[in-house]
């Protein structure tokens, strides 16, 4: 059975910065196709962050663009979030999104990151 497991998250002074993991395991060849970050901050909806598709194509949420990077390692089957620049309105919680190869799709537990200011 697949498993996303996220780390990374925590708390951090504006300014500073974080880097999300999320590596998938489980499942026989599982490979990713499309993955994807979001957020989600409280009383408010889950939002787009950033997606990495199959060729490597990146999109950002206009609020994060510059500041945030998405990236993935194939052979670990990892995404990462490089998070640089935090400001206070980035706190949320962090879900990793993954779209395998076989086009099942699966969420990671969610990682809360706090921005103070």
């Known amino acids: 059975q697949v498993q996303l497991v996220e780390s990374g998250g925590g708390l951090v002074q504006a300014g500073g910065s974080l880097r999300l993991s999320c590596a998938a395991s489980?499942?026989?060849?599982?490979?990713?196709?499309?993955s994807a970050w979001h957020r989600q901050a409280p009383k408010k909806q889950r939002e787009l962050v950033a997606e990495?598709?199959?060729?490597?194509?990146?999109t950002y949420a206009d609020s994060v663009k510059g500041r945030f990077t998405i990236s993935r390692d194939n052979a670990k089957n990892t995404v990462y979030l490089q998070m640089n620049s935090l400001k206070p309105e980035d706190t949320a919680v962090y879900y990793c999104?993954?779209?395998?190869?076989?086009?099942?799709?699966?969420w990671g537990q969610g990682t809360q990151v706090t921005v103070s200011s």
């Open positions: 999104y993954v779209r395998s190869t076989e086009l099942n799709n699966y």
């Open positions: 489980g499942g026989r060849a599982f490979g990713i196709s499309y």
């Open positions: 990495i598709a199959s060729g490597g194509i990146t």
